[in-house]
Structure formats: C-alpha cells, structure tokens
C-alpha cells in the first residue's frame, strides 16, 4: 500500500530528499509513485503541511 499526497501539498519539497526509493516527483503538486513506495512514511513524519497519509 503506498502513500498518498493530498492537495493540501504546498509543493514545499520537504518529503522528496526523505523517500529511500525516490518515489517522489514534483509536479503541480508533489506525487508518490505507487509501485515503488515501501510504505515506510518517512515523508508523512516530514510534511509540514501534513498533507501525506497512508493510502486506502
Ligand atoms: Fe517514499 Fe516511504 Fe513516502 Fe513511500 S512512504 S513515498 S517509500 S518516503
């Protein structure tokens, strides 16, 4: 199960230099690639936004 970035992403940029497998890419917003997330949430511990939660 991979996390997920919600639109309360304000594309600080915080969670990408946290993701061990660099699953995260910017965009309008920042994106959590599903297939290679490990699921660790190391990037929803960072979020100031708290934008970032496991997904469904
Ligand atoms: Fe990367 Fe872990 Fe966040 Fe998945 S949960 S996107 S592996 S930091």
Redesign the pocket.
């Known amino acids: 199960m991979?996390?997920v970035i919600s639109d309360e992403c304000v594309a600080c940029g915080t969670?990408q230099g946290?993701?061990?497998?660099?699953?995260?890419s910017e965009g309008d917003i920042y994106v959590?690639?599903p297939s290679?997330?490990?699921?660790?949430?190391?990037?929803?511990d960072v979020c100031p936004a708290g934008a970032?939660s496991p997904g469904e």
Request: net charge negative; charged share 15%; glycine share 4%.
């Open positions: 991979a996390y969670c946290e993701c061990p497998t660099s699953s995260i959590i690639e290679s997330c490990i699921d660790c949430g190391a990037c929803a970032i």
